[in-house]
């Protein structure tokens, strides 16, 4: 019991004891690194969204980088805060520029317009007959040949004559000719 009343002794007296002040050269550099890992951090949120919770963390690397940057001297504080302030979107700016070019964004795909129609379907200006009601879809034969179409919009009877508008991948748009 003796000797563990000598160690609370000894922690207590260690404890009010002040601590060695580092110098100014180190915490600058330290205040340096955690505004680098706050820029890193900044940086990966824009490819790997999280919710803010990887820009929280940035942000604490900033406020703590500020409190020692102030800590030395308000000069040095200053000159953290400015660099922070202009570096921060600037860091943005650059990974939102890379993302596109990450791999990590899908390419669109070419418009339905640009795509070349399917192998035997109508061309525009064909003619033929609706074999079902077209509401605005329904099937119509060309030249013998079934295929799946689509109206504008307007509603086409059976046994109507039809004209190909335009083919777009394998979709066939057609409208009534009036005679």
Known sequence: MNSLAQSIAILAEAATEPAPAADPETLV????????????????????????????????????????????????????????????PAVVYAAVKLLPRSGLVLEPDEP????????????????????????????AVFAGRRHSVITSGEMVEVNTEVEVVRTEGARTVVRAVRS
């Open 29 to 88: 550099a330290i205040a340096a690194v955690l505004v680098l890992l706050a820029m890193g951090l900044f940086f990966m949120e824009v490819f790997f969204p999280s919710m803010g919770l990887i820009t929280i963390m940035g942000l604490a690397c900033i406020g703590g980088a500020l409190v020692i940057a102030f800590g030395v001297s308000t000069t040095v504080g200053v000159v953290f805060l400015v660099a922070s302030a202009l570096a921060i």
């Open 112 to 139: 339905e317009a640009a795509k070349p129609p399917v192998e035997g379907a109508p061309m525009p200006g064909d003619r033929g007959v609706a074999t079902s009601i077209l509401r605005p879809s329904g099937t």
